[in-house]
């Protein structure tokens, strides 16, 4: 991606991919917008080696935080549970007992890894399925557009 | 896709795009490539709507058949497996219990489903999950080709 393509993207965009490039160096993959279940998008979910789920979600500005009421309901979806923001993000307005990702659009960081609350089996199972899915059906779509 | 890059697929490839494109319509995904263990690498794994596992090899001619002598490790990696080929092919060459699928490069047809070979569910959560990790991975790729 370009510097031209970075520029269309929106702000929280710019912190997922640097979110997501800085995932890949622990070992985790990861995919943007995902639907966990009807009603519900996160901003990016990652799988790691061992079938390990995480949530991330991206946020621009204090705006963006606090207008989000949502994000608790995101916690059963995951084993661990982050934030991502960039550095000028007043940090001491988000829980202590949630992860922590200073990021910008080329890379970020784990500050803070919050708890593990261990996902049940069968949710795990259908996550990591419902996961295989999208990634699969997105990437289909960039090798063979026009579907 | 346009007509271009079809010219610039292997006759396999060309085979594999129409198979995707055909499993899309039985509500499977698909990626392309995928290594179920070390040593070992399938043309087409497909992923189903409960989990289901196919796997399918692409074969574009006699020779390329006959030169095989994989193909029978890779029953132990799906619910299901398939050969896909073009309508010239002698398909009395292909073992009756397995699945045929008949391809071209924009479509294909399930002409005979096999049988059913249920994979035990260790195995399948780890090969759902290596799936669920190829195909994020290759997507990223395209989403942030710099990487």
Redesign the interface.
């Known amino acids: ?2 510097d031209t393509l970075v520029s269309q993207l929106q702000p929280g965009q710019l912190l997922a ?1 640097g979110v ?2 800085h995932l ?1 160096s622990h070992n985790f ?4 917008e995902f639907v966990p279940e009807r009603g519900k998008r996160v901003d990016v979910m990652a ?1 790691g ?1 061992k ?1 390990e789920i995480w949530v991330i979600e991206c946020k621009s500005s204090r705006v963006d935080f606090t207008s989000d009421q949502k994000w608790d309901g995101y916690l059963e979806w995951c084993d661990r549970y982050f934030w991502a923001v960039d550095v000028d993000f007043p940090t001491e307005l988000l829980p202590d007992d949630t992860g922590l990702i200073i990021a910008d659009a080329y890379n970020a960081e784990i500050i803070r890894l919050g708890p593990e609350e261990k996902l049940a089996p069968a949710r795990r ?1 259908a996550l ?2 419902r ?3 999208h ?6 779509g ?6």
Chains 1, 2 share one sequence.
């Open positions: 991606m370009d991919r997501c490039r890949g993959v990861a995919v943007e799988l080696p079938g199972k990591t399925l996961f295989a899915r990634a699969a059906r997105r990437l289909h960039y090798r063979d557009p026009r579907l």
